[in-house]
């Protein structure tokens, strides 16, 4: 194999599992002290999918149904999601955000734009963001073509 392939993978790994842990510790909007990790990944997920059937939000957390199910409680009596019909199937039943929980998403995201935004002031110039952005657009569309939803998901 490609040693460039195996150092940009680990690369990867390292910045997935110690930025998140960076974020997650130094984060201190106040939607991250009043909702977990997961909880506001549910939403985040709801936000940029639209509402989702909950053994496809379990699958996409790679969590057991039960776990999702206890998650989805807690936000339907923060009244952050709501459960309504499949418009395709009546008999199905889909998880959708509320207003309020799309105002959360969006607090919740703007932490996180504004702490990585001082992070990365004086390490990060514009043409190495750029480049940044358009590999990752990439390796997203090459990743999704794995996914659920082949033609919508492949638009960059």
Request: proline share 0%.
């Given at each position: 194999?490609?040693?460039r392939l195996i150092e940009a993978v680990e690369l990867f790994e390292d910045v997935m599992v110690f930025g998140t842990e960076r974020v997650l510790k130094n984060v201190t909007a106040e939607?991250?002290?009043?909702?977990?990790r997961e909880?506001?990944?549910?939403?985040k997920i709801l936000y940029k999918n639209g509402p989702l059937a909950a053994g496809t939000l379990a699958e996409l957390q790679h969590v057991h149904k039960s776990a999702i199910s206890g998650r989805l409680k807690k936000l339907e009596e923060k009244?952050?999601?709501?459960?309504?019909k499949s418009p395709d199937d009546q008999r199905s039943k889909l998880i959708k955000l509320t207003d309020h929980g799309t105002?959360?998403?969006k607090k919740s995201d703007q932490a996180?734009?504004?702490y990585i935004e001082t992070l990365f002031a004086d390490q990060v110039n514009d043409q190495e963001l750029?480049?940044?952005?358009?590999m990752f657009k990439k390796i997203r569309a090459?990743?999704?073509l794995e996914g659920p939803k082949h033609e919508a998901d492949t638009e960059i």
């Open positions: 194999m490609d040693k939607v991250w002290q009043e909702y977990s909880q506001l990944q549910v939403l009244k952050l999601v709501e459960i309504v105002k959360v998403v996180v734009y504004d750029e480049q940044f952005v358009t090459i990743l999704k």
